[in-house]
């Protein structure tokens, strides 16, 4: 029965995004609906909304945000994301690290925009190599390789806090490396190895010139990461430490950071975020996590398959943030301690593969209209590139698993 409310809660997510209504108000009804459902005494339910509305695991979650989108606003401000392609150019000569490369590297930050400047810079790359879906999914796949691994964006973030502590995101990092290069890897085998090489272009200046107009570029991402895989900091005092530095180094002017203040508060992704992190803590006292391993234990397949066909399907339906949400506390009740790690993994890898067929994902709708090709279109052309990863990712999982992580 409780699964059953459990999957009643995941439709009412389900049912409002594709009703086109934003997250945010599928995630108010879906917690506003735990209550009657679970029948939660009014005191539990009212101390776990203030919980989840104040709490630090929340409001470290929007200072996160907001600190990367404002360092965001800073590298647009001084063109770094364009700087970088020039750098690029310069350096390799080479269309498929252009198509690819390049694209990853503007992915760094979270911003549906970046796949607006990957576009010119993939459709130069490509040229009459690829048909114009292909280059759209391309594309937005390359784009999004960074959002898999790296904690600067919300949806790892979110999925990293909701392990309570069972991984951190220095450990996660570490553990899904091989992973990243797996998704280059799929990249390459479906695509990148039917361009040609060479760009064409003649280099103007010596190579010491573009690496060091690729260090100007990227600096500040590079800073804020490596401050927080390096020296464990959390991710919101990485970013604020690369935030700091970069006023001074590019001597941003008083007017220009004040401006910041407003332009980087995207008050639907905050909101959103926000009430997810309220979701999470009204369900953390239904008592539906502590009664999965008994149900799973039930059921005629193995529990890692169960999950991951729930994080796929609830990804494609309800994006990897509402998932995430939902469905990492519950995995990591299941997986007990032996196990944590390599589970996370592999839900981390199928959550990030099934965003990539994500009707909800706003990146591929702004990909697709970039391209002049349907959504359709462009995520059945990234359909084989999400399945060589996938395989990939169920063999990774079975290493880890064998390893006792």
């Known amino acids: 029965m409780e699964i059953l409310k459990l999957a009643a809660v995941l439709a009412v997510i389900v049912a409002v995004l594709w009703a086109k209504k934003p997250l945010w108000a599928g995630m108010l009804l879906a917690t506003l609906a735990m209550i ?15 919980t989840g509305a104040v709490g630090w695991q929340s409001i470290e979650a929007l200072l996160v945000l907001y600190a990367v989108t404002y360092l965001q606003r800073m590298m647009e401000e001084r063109d770094n994301l364009k700087l970088c392609q020039q750098a690029m150019n310069g350096l390799f000569n080479n269309r498929r690290i252009n198509a690819s490369l390049v694209p990853c590297l503007m992915g760094c930050l979270p911003a549906g925009s970046a796949v607006l400047i990957c576009g010119p810079i993939v459709r130069e790359s490509v040229g009459d190599a690829l048909a114009q879906d292909e280059q759209a999914a391309l594309t937005s796949y390359f784009r999004h390789i960074t959002e898999s691994i790296l904690p600067t964006f919300t949806g790892v973030y979110i999925a990293i806090a909701a392990t309570g502590g069972a ?37 103007d200046q010596s190579r010491g010139t573009y690496w060091r107009l690729l260090g100007k570029s990227v600096w500040p991402v590079a800073l804020a990461i490596a401050l927080i895989l390096l020296l464990h900091l959390p991710v919101e005092l990485g970013v604020l430490a690369a935030i700091a530095v970069n006023i001074f180094v590019e001597r941003f002017t008083p007017r220009e950071l004040t401006r910041f203040l407003t332009t980087a508060f995207e008050w639907k992704l905050m909101l959103s975020t926000w009430l997810i992190m309220i979701f999470k803590e009204v369900l953390s006292v239904t008592g539906v ?94 359909l084989p590139m999400v399945a060589v990863f996938l395989v990939m990712a169920f063999g990774y999982y079975f290493l880890l698993s064998v390893a006792g992580l």
Not at 42 to 48: F, I, K, N, V, W
């Open 289 to 382: 996590i502590e009664a999965l391993p008994s149900f799973f234990e039930a059921l005629p397949i193995p529990t890692f398959l169960v999950f991951a066909l729930i994080f796929f399907f609830g990804t494609i339906a309800a994006g990897n943030k509402a998932i995430c949400a939902l469905g990492v506390p519950l995995a990591m009740a299941a997986a007990g301690g032996r196990g944590q790690l390599s589970l996370f993994v592999l839900l981390m890898c199928v959550c990030h593969a099934a965003s990539q067929l994500s009707p909800t994902h706003v990146c591929l709708t702004i990909c697709a209209e970039d391209f002049h090709v349907s959504l359709g279109a462009m995520m059945r052309r990234s």
């Open 36 to 50: 009657p459902l679970f029948s939660l005494p009014l005191q539990t339910a009212g101390q776990a909304l203030w």
């Open 167 to 203: 991984v951190s995101a220095s450990t996660f990092v570490t553990w899904m490396l091989p992973m990243a290069a797996a998704l280059f890897f799929a990249g390459w085998l479906v695509y990148l190895r039917r361009l040609p090489r060479d760009t064409g272009m003649v280099a």
